[in-house]
């Protein structure tokens, strides 16, 4: 399988998560994955068109764009294996 059409069909996934989850009561999603952005090199790579709750995946990492105090910076949780 192709990056492109890898990529269409997680967006289609996330669409469909989405859209489902305003059907379920006490259930939201916020953010994004971003397939289209690396992994920052900082906590303030914040670039447009980045938004709040971004989240941007890694063989090892999984980064979270935040507000810190009405500040946007990315925050990176270490993703283990099983």
């Known amino acids: 399988m192709e990056y492109e059409e890898?990529?269409?069909?997680?967006t289609l996934v996330e669409d469909l998560i989405r859209n489902q989850s305003r059907t379920l009561t006490n259930f939201f999603q916020l953010g994004r994955l971003r397939t289209d952005r690396t992994a920052p090199s900082s906590s303030?790579?914040?670039q447009e068109p980045?938004?709040?709750?971004?989240?941007v995946l890694t063989p090892t990492n999984e980064y979270i764009l935040i507000n810190n105090s009405g500040t946007l910076e990315w925050k990176s949780v270490t993703l283990s294996t099983f």
């Open 50 to 55: 980045d938004e709040l709750y971004d989240r």
């Open 44 to 46: 303030a790579d914040v």
């Open 6 to 10: 890898l990529e269409q069909r997680i």
